[in-house]
């Protein structure tokens, strides 16, 4: 079973700078720029468990197949519990209508790779089933709305 519940190691604050940062930021200028926005919390659970891993990854991809057009993709963390909170260009929420998700974890302590021991050289391992890591094939699709229902914006993966 995979260490879902894994704490950091030495250099995840940098990788996850480097993973938010790989985020297209949808456009230019500060967060007053992004409108109205409806406050995103949730829970993610994978295989009936909380994801705990600080490496995940919430990504909030507009649909524009069901209406939504807004240029840009509210994102967040878990925390020690699984729960995520979303924000967008550093405001906290998103802007309302339907969204793709994609949620993504990596190992935070890859193994090395088998054929250059010698070098070092991680290799990342998914913790999650890869179907989860494309908007396309998540399979996750949530609506942003002013008064959600408890328990609307949870994610319940499996494998």
Same mark, same amino acid.
């Given at each position: 079973?995979?260490?879902v519940h894994a704490r950091p190691a030495r250099g995840l604050p940098r990788l996850l700078a480097v993973?938010?940062?790989a985020i297209p930021a949808g456009g230019c200028g500060d967060a007053s720029d992004v409108g +109205? $926005?409806?406050p995103v919390s949730g829970k993610v659970i994978f295989d009936d468990r909380p994801l705990t891993? +600080? $490496?995940t990854?919430?990504?909030f991809r507009p649909d524009a197949s069901r209406g939504n057009t807004s240029p840009f993709e509210p994102a967040g963390t878990v925390d020690a519990d699984g729960n995520y909170t979303l924000t967008t260009k550093g405001k906290q929420g998103a802007p309302p209508g339907w969204y793709q998700v994609v949620v993504t974890a990596i190992d935070e302590t890859p193994p090395v790779h088998p054929k250059t021991p010698q070098?070092?050289?991680p290799v990342a391992r998914s913790l999650l089933p890869a179907r989860y890591g494309l908007a396309d094939t998540s399979g996750l699709s949530i609506e942003v709305v002013e008064n959600p229902a408890p328990g609307a914006y949870?994610?319940?993966l499996s494998r």
């Open positions: 079973m995979s260490n993973l938010l940062g +109205r $926005t409806f891993a +600080r $490496t990854l919430v990504l070098n070092h050289r949870d994610l319940k």
